[in-house]
């Protein structure tokens, strides 16, 4: 009796978890903050500011709290090395798991969430670029990371979010003028903060 009590249990686990999955779609906008590129010998390098902009689709299984989130962002970014610009145009596809906060006095108002996942870059358009007296500057045409990131759900229809998205291998290559050795590889990590609107 109790092995049947314990399998209608889990049946109706199974049965009621999509009968209360909430799946939502929404448009996602942000700003990516580039950190200063590693491992440069020396050169004067910076990161510099650009943006995302894509749809997003959110999973969740509102009494456990948790979810998935997947993103299809088009996205800018770039560094400043010896005082020239070279910007990344790039497809990223972040995916999340997510737990959301539904705290009983703010969650008609708040939802506090954190987040973390991989992130999957694919270059576009140009990738290379020439500094004078300095050398060739070159991203890599695709690049895995990792995001950690926090938020929050307001009003059930805008979602805020800060992200800090860490390259788990070399984002760029230097080729200086006149070197016979290796290539100076550097990754670049990235703070990043959205909104997103919620359908």
């Known amino acids: 009796m109790k092995r049947l009590l314990g399998l209608f249990f889990v049946i ?9 999955a909430q799946f939502k779609f929404g448009v996602k906008a942000g700003a990516n903050l580039a950190e200063k590129p590693s491992d440069l010998s020396g050169l004067s390098a910076e990161g510099t500011t650009g943006f995302f902009v894509g749809p997003m689709a ?28 070279i910007n990344k145009n790039s497809i990223e596809i972040p995916v999340y798991l997510r737990y959301d906060f539904a705290l009983p006095l703010i969650s008609k108002v708040a939802v506090p969430f954190v987040a973390v996942g991989p992130q999957f870059g694919f270059a ?3 990738l290379d670029e020439t500094i004078a007296n300095v050398g060739e500057f070159e991203y890599k045409k695709s690049n895995l990371s990792l995001n950690l990131g926090l938020g929050a759900i307001l009003l059930s229809k805008l979602q805020v979010h800060v992200n800090y998205n860490i390259a788990l291998g070399e984002t760029s290559e230097l080729s200086p003028i006149g070197s016979i050795g290796d290539a100076l590889d550097s990754k670049t990590n990235t ?8 359908f």
């Not at 998935?68 to 400043?80: F, M």
């Open 12 to 20: 109706s686990l199974f049965v009621a978890i999509p009968a209360q």
């Open 191 to 198: 703070w990043q903060i959205s909104a997103a609107y919620l």
């Open 124 to 126: 576009i358009g140009s």
């Open 58 to 85: 959110k999973f969740t299984i509102p009494v456990l709290g948790l979810g998935l989130e997947a993103d299809v962002l088009y996205s800018r970014t770039g560094a400043e090395v010896a005082g020239e610009t």
